[in-house]
């Protein structure tokens, strides 16, 4: 069993920054990939960005820039940098980590409770 938990959203003005955390605990064995997904009223969800065990980031068009995603792994941790927000950016936020636990070994995605991101002057 893998639980993730985040922290950091909030209210925030254009042009302001907020810097997202998702800690993982539980009977983890390994964790690879982890990210954050969004989803604004009315859009589906997306992918904002991602980073493997080993490093290696991927970004949203529209974040690339501005946003930064960064891990610890000896925390289990995996940060949401966002410098430069826009009214756009305005969602729920979600953590995912590709996680084995140490009872089944079995690799599935866990998520996280969501965050809410407001930007609004």
């Known amino acids: 069993q893998v639980q993730l938990v985040e922290s950091g959203g909030g209210l925030v003005q254009p042009g302001g920054s907020l810097r997202l955390s998702c800690a993982a605990s539980g009977s983890i064995f390994s964790i690879n990939a982890m990210g954050w997904y969004r989803q604004a009223p009315g859009k589906q969800r997306e992918l904002v960005a991602a980073i493997t065990s080993s490093g290696s980031t991927n970004y949203a068009d529209s974040v690339k820039g501005r946003f930064t995603i960064s891990r610890d792994n000896a925390k289990n941790t995996v940060y949401l940098q966002m410098n430069s927000l826009k009214p756009e950016d305005t969602a729920v936020y979600y953590c995912?980590?590709?996680?084995?636990?140490?009872?089944?070994?079995?690799?599935?995605?866990?998520w996280g409770q969501g965050t809410q991101v407001t930007v609004s002057s």
């Open positions: 995912y980590a590709n996680a084995a636990d140490i009872a089944t070994m079995g690799e599935y995605v866990y």
